[in-house]
């Protein structure tokens, strides 16, 4: 099934601080760098999406600064570059502090928390085809793939994402489900169906 849209879906980093204004956000931790099963989870959404696909990375990305151990913005582009291209995906540039920024294929957006501050209240898991409403307050994490993924390897997959994110809050942050946007009711409730044992386990 194909739900492909004229929309750039952006697999781009789930902080709480990232705001597309242009372009749909799938949020990874580290845009999927170095994340157990991230390719499992893009096998999915390639059935999903087809050629909407892209990636992005943010100046400031807490998982990165841990895989790579720097906080070189410059160098985190350049592995994302190299990964993105490594997973067949477009790289559309790196979402920076101030104003609103153009990136390639027609993605736009900008980190708008503080530098170094987390203001999470909230995880917000996409069954519906990625982040359709911004809100300040709610990490994102794309679980649009759920349905396509056995258990053990979608609840790694989570729990990782879930586990890394109250961490760097330092809360233990709810975990909710989002199911707006384009995908079928059918896949929707195959998505909240293969994330229910993940989410009486985290809540």
Same mark, same amino acid.
Request: glycine share 8%.
């Given at each position: 099934?194909? $739900?492909?849209?004229? +929309?750039?879906?952006?697999?781009?980093? *789930?902080? $709480? !601080?990232? &705001?597309?204004?242009?372009?749909?956000?799938?949020?990874? +931790?580290?845009?999927?760098?170095?994340?157990?099963?991230?390719?499992?989870?893009?096998? +999915?959404?390639?059935?999903?999406?087809?050629?909407?696909?892209?990636?992005?990375?943010?100046?400031?990305?807490?998982?990165?600064?841990?895989?790579?151990?720097?906080?070189?913005?410059?160098?985190?582009?350049?592995?994302?570059?190299?990964?993105?291209?490594? &997973?067949?995906?477009?790289?559309?540039? &790196?979402?920076?502090?101030?104003?609103?920024?153009?990136?390639?294929? *027609?993605?736009?957006?900008?980190?708008?928390?503080?530098?170094?501050?987390? +203001?999470?209240?909230?995880?917000?898991?996409?069954?519906?085809?990625?982040?359709?409403?911004?809100?300040?307050?709610?990490?994102?994490?794309?679980?649009?793939?759920?349905?396509?993924?056995?258990?053990?390897?979608?609840?790694?997959?989570?729990?990782?994402?879930?586990?890394?994110?109250?961490?760097?809050? !330092?809360?233990?942050?709810p975990v909710s489900v989002s199911d707006e946007g384009n995908l079928s009711p059918e896949l929707k409730l195959a998505n909240r169906q293969a994330l229910s044992p993940i989410l009486?386990?985290?809540?």
């Amino acid at each position: 099934m194909n $739900e492909d849209t004229n +929309v750039p879906l952006v697999i781009t980093s *789930g902080d $709480e !601080g990232l &705001q597309l204004n242009s372009g749909c956000r799938l949020g990874f +931790v580290g845009s999927g760098f170095q994340l157990s099963h991230f390719e499992s989870a893009l096998k +999915v959404l390639r059935q999903l999406f087809a050629s909407s696909l892209c990636l992005a990375s943010a100046q400031e990305d807490d998982w990165l600064e841990r895989q790579l151990q720097s906080r070189n913005q410059s160098f985190f582009a350049e592995k994302l570059t190299a990964f993105a291209q490594q &997973q067949g995906l477009a790289y559309v540039g &790196q979402f920076d502090y101030g104003d609103p920024k153009d990136l390639e294929a *027609g993605v736009r957006g900008h980190l708008v928390r503080p530098p170094k501050i987390h +203001v999470a209240e909230g995880i917000t898991l996409t069954i519906g085809g990625g982040e359709q409403t911004y809100s300040l307050e709610r990490c994102v994490i794309c679980a649009d793939f759920a349905h396509g993924l056995d258990l053990p390897v979608l609840r790694e997959l989570m729990i990782s994402q879930i586990d890394f994110y109250r961490e760097i809050v !330092g809360a233990h942050l709810p975990v909710s489900v989002s199911d707006e946007g384009n995908l079928s009711p059918e896949l929707k409730l195959a998505n909240r169906q293969a994330l229910s044992p993940i989410l009486a386990a985290c809540n």
